[in-house]
């Protein structure tokens, strides 16, 4: 997949990062390679509001402590261009992955299963997803982001739900369809999301024994989800 210019926000937060990680700014590095992270994913039931939510939190957090470098908010595509090494991204993976290949191959083999044959490609979005929650201060909207980062320190992993006929409204008004075709769109979503997932990792998106928090999205509003959120974290001493 071919990948557009990365926005210049992120473009920063790339930069930054690697630098950090580089041999050139090694106090800086030592300090961040104390505490990685903190970072928050989120993962969704297609047709909830996870790029809302993870938009209003960044906004929210960064109120709280913009600095050493804002929060930023990756989704598909962003974290596509990462995994690519798209422009900025490949000295970023490149730095925050130096010395943790035995850890990223071993994530990797752990999820992959038996699928030896999508290991490469596989191999690179792990990479980059978890390049990313070392480096912090970033909100992962999907791409099994919760799962793949589970173990990684200082994370906090949130899942948003909603009865199917929320869904199928919210669908419906966005993209101009009528409610039963909103419905079956939903739920045909929904499982190719769970049977991709279960099929490489062996493991089920929607175990919420897998998340830290999982809220109804259609009883809680964006604002009031990413105030949640933001409380945990602060709560937990990530910011």
Known sequence: M???????PIETFLSWQARVY??????????????????????????????????????????????PTPWVVMGKEIIGAVAGR?????????????GRRGFIQQTVEVLLGNHPTEYQAYEALVEALLSLARAGRV?????GAGIVCAGAERGYHARLVAPLAWR??????????????AETLAAREEQA??????EFTGLDVTDPERYDLV?????????????LIAAALRAKGYV
């Open 139 to 143: 909100v992962l909207v999907g791409q």
């Open 22 to 67: 580089s041999t050139h700014a090694p106090a800086e590095k030592a300090e961040k390679e104390a505490r990685p992270g903190p970072f928050v994913t989120v993962s969704r039931a297609f047709g909830c509001e996870g790029m809302p939510l993870a938009e209003r939190l960044a906004e929210r957090l960064n109120a709280i402590s913009a600095r």
């Open 193 to 198: 999301r769970e049977s991709f997932v279960r």
């Open 168 to 181: 199928a409204a919210k669908l419906a008004g966005a993209r101009g369809i009528g409610t039963p075709a």
């Open 86 to 98: 798209k422009g900025e991204a490949a000295r970023f993976v490149e730095a925050l992955s130096h």
């Open 215 to 227: 809220l109804n999205n259609g009883r809680n509003t964006v604002r009031e989800m990413a105030d």
């Open 2 to 8: 071919v990948y557009g210019p990365l926005p210049a």
